[in-house]
């Protein structure tokens, strides 16, 4: 699926109804109105899923299903205007992946809704069966979850959230070479604490063992303590183990730390009490380093990609915005702008979005039209009208 600035083919030649068709799909109003009944449609999914969990049902509501079938018909509408539109176009052109998904999730719940009406007992679970109905029931109910992932598709619509997912997107390699800084970084210090750890309770089970130099004496301490309800004075020996026990618990341990899953406290206890306050520096150099140096140092990655992206994107954006306007304002089709044809749209919304672009006003059109015609022909190409888009608009913020 395409993350760059969108870019509707133009589909010209075509006969009286299907250019009112192609006019429909590609109108703001109409995309604005299925962006509004695309997240209808995904929060109807989350609010019949609660019902049925609050009611420990599997049937919902008539009203539900009434705006259900509406929210399918105005589905099927739309993608049966697009198709009639695009043709083999509609496989190929840009976001062509969300058209596919679009189809996809239109079939399922249109299955799930013919087989409601056909086999209405196969929508019913099957409690003592794990065949035949209960199997059409699980699959019916993946169709119904799958349906939520319907909501990604505002990101078709809305070009801030189509940036912010592009940047995402763009730092998946940033993210896998991040992961694994902090993932080696916290095997390093997991693999001695671990070794650490392993001494001193190899130490402690020595004292303790029966017959050892000090089992009577730690077995009275441990029931005095237990006397006094405070457990049996080996719990810091417990917490080196729980924290420390392998490599693995102590890499999760030290992640846990890391990112908020575990508090300090509880990890460097056992290493200060039951080790050295030494080993418990060797932890807090650990979280200094790993806090200050490797995570700032990551975030600042991800910054920088995403600032780089967005630029990019915008760049782009404006190519993409200049060339519509040029079409626009070549009303014959002859590749060249004339001062006419552009006197003549100065009202059009996309020229006056251009002209607050640049800050300038519509009074002032014949000086741009000579600042942008660079070869004083009179007539403006598309090569002239980019270059001074591009330069009256200047880097993108």
């Known amino acids: 699926m395409g993350l760059t600035p969108k870019v509707v083919p133009i589909v010209d030649g075509l006969p009286r109804w299907r250019q009112a068709a192609s ?154 070479w991040a992961a694994a800084l902090i993932l080696l970084t916290v095997y390093v210090f997991g693999v001695h604490l671990t070794q650490v750890a392993l001494l001193s309770r190899i130490k402690e ?13 730690l077995s009275g301490i441990g029931k005095a303590a237990a006397a006094a309800g405070l457990g049996s004075g080996l719990t810091e020996v417990d917490n080196l183990e729980k924290w420390y026990g392998s490599v693995p618990r102590s890499v999760l341990s030290l992640f846990e ?30 979280m200094a ?25 915008k760049e782009v954006q404006k190519v993409t915005q200049a060339s519509r306007l040029f079409r626009t304002l070549d009303v014959d089709g002859s590749g060249v702008i004339t001062f006419d044809e552009l006197q003549n749209n100065l009202q059009t919304e996309e020229v006056l979005e251009f002209f607050r672009s640049i800050d300038v006003d519509v009074g002032e059109a014949r ?12 007539e403006i190409e598309f090569a002239e009208f980019l270059s001074g888009c591009m330069r009256l608009q200047g880097p993108a913020k």
Not at 205 to 217: Q, W, Y
Not at 259 to 269: A, E, P, Q, S
Not at 298 to 308: C, D, H, S, Y
Request: aromatic content about 14%.
């Open 23 to 176: 006019r429909a799909v590609r109108n703001a109003y109409f995309e604005f109105f299925t962006m509004v009944v695309t997240v209808c449609s995904a929060f109807l999914v989350g609010l019949e899923t609660d019902y049925m969990a609050r009611n420990m049902t599997t049937e919902i509501p008539a009203s539900m299903r009434i705006f259900d079938i509406s929210i399918l018909v105005y589905f099927v509408l739309e993608i049966f205007l697009r198709l009639y539109v695009y043709r083999g176009m509609f496989f190929r052109m840009w976001g062509w992946g969300w058209n596919v998904l679009d189809l996809l999730l239109v079939g399922m719940q249109l299955t799930e809704e013919v087989t409601y009406l056909v086999l209405p007992g196969a929508l019913e679970p099957d409690l003592h069966s794990g065949i035949g109905s209960g199997f059409l029931f699980r699959v019916m109910r993946i169709f119904r979850a799958v349906r939520a992932v319907r909501i990604f598709h505002v990101i078709h619509f809305a070009d801030e959230l189509r940036l912010l997912v592009s940047c995402i997107m763009h730092g998946v390699r940033a993210f896998v």
């Open 367 to 378: 000086l741009l039209f000579d600042m942008l015609d660079h070869d004083d022909s009179g």
């Open 257 to 286: 730390g890391l990112t908020g899953g575990v508090d300090w406290n509880d990890l460097i206890d056992p290493l200060i009490n039951r080790i050295s306050p030494w080993v418990g520096a060797l932890f807090f150099s650990y």
């Open 205 to 217: 089970d020595t004292l303790v063992k029966p017959g050892g130099v000090n089992a009577t004496f």
């Open 289 to 313: 380093f790993a806090i200050i140096a490797v995570m700032n140092v990551v975030t600042a990655t991800f910054v920088q990609q995403a600032i780089e992206r967005a630029s990019h994107v």
